[in-house]
């Protein structure tokens, strides 16, 4: 009888692990990667007012449209701008991050992008030091 149990489990056996394919969301061979060309921007010394305008230059290495839901500075002085369309594999995008450079000091700042890409949140970082004029 132990036998006949232990058959018919080898036999079944098959049938279950089909019910564990591949879909788009547990393939990660089928989702959108980021590659920048630099996840630092060091805006090195700028003088006070100066424009504070760089760009996060990507592109798509995945296989799938990528959809970035959010941009976020750590605080007021870092505003950054997504694009709005979805960038399809192969192709290139950039994220606009403007700092106030009314504040004069040192500053290192980030900037977390949530999308649905691999190795979320993805966080980049802007780095200076803004002197009087």
């Not at 232990?6 to 061979?29: G, R």
């Not at 750590?74 to 192709?91: A, W, Y």
Request: charged share 25%; proline share 7%; net charge positive.
């Amino acid at each position: 009888m132990k036998k006949l149990a232990f058959i018919i489990c080898l036999a079944l056996a098959p049938m279950f692990s089909v019910a564990q394919h591949v879909t788009p969301e547990n393939d990660t061979t089928l989702k959108p990667v980021f590659k920048f060309d630099t996840e630092v921007i060091n805006y090195g010394t700028i003088a006070r007012e100066a424009d504070g305008v760089r760009y996060f230059k990507f592109k798509n290495v995945g296989s799938a449209p990528l959809i970035i839901e959010s941009v976020k500075g750590s605080c007021g002085c870092t505003v950054p701008t997504k694009p709005e369309e979805p960038i399809m594999p192969g192709k290139t995008g950039e994220i606009k991050v403007k700092y106030d450079t009314k504040r004069v000091g040192r500053f290192t700042k980030t900037v977390t992008i949530v999308s649905n890409a691999t190795g979320q949140p993805k966080v980049l970082k802007i780095k200076g030091e803004v002197i009087k004029k």
